[in-house]
Nanobody, 121 residues
Framework: QVQLVESGGGLVQAGGSLRLSCAAS????????MRWYCQAPGQQRELVAS???????NYVDSVKGRFTISRDNAKNTVYLQMNSLKPEDTGVYYC???????????????WGQGTQVTVSS
């Protein structure tokens, strides 16, 4: 069974740091893009950062210079290093990934279960 499992969330004071991880497991041929989303209380889920299979990252303006997305293809894992955290970064962080389960080229988008990040002022 293919699944994505996030870890690393928690409670941190403003200005602090957290590192989120998301590991894909199961029978996977390869992984294309991987992404992190944040769903703040009462808000829609929004894209925070994405990374291509080649390691090129993109960020929403509000986290540029503070967050860094990276991946370890050997471990099928994507990371989100979050520095200089602000209370407005609070939310449930979800990862998703475009997985190829076989060599036929079809991709399927999977979501993790989410991890809570709370930044206190």
């Amino acid at each position: 069974q293919v699944q994505l499992v996030e870890s690393g969330g928690g409670l941190v004071q403003a200005g602090g740091s957290l590192r989120l991880s998301c590991a894909a497991s199961g029978t996977i041929f390869s992984i294309d893009a991987m992404r992190w989303y944040c769903q703040a209380p009462g808000q829609q889920r929004e894209l925070v950062a994405s990374i291509t299979s080649g390691g090129s990252g993109n960020y929403v303006d509000s986290v540029k210079g503070r967050f860094t997305i990276s991946r370890d293809n050997a471990k099928n894992t994507v990371y989100l290093q979050m520095n200089s955290l602000k209370p407005e970064d609070t939310g449930v962080y979800y990862c998703n990934a475009d997985l190829r389960l076989a060599a036929d080229g079809k991709t399927f988008r999977y979501w993790g279960q989410g991890t809570q990040v709370t930044v206190s002022s």
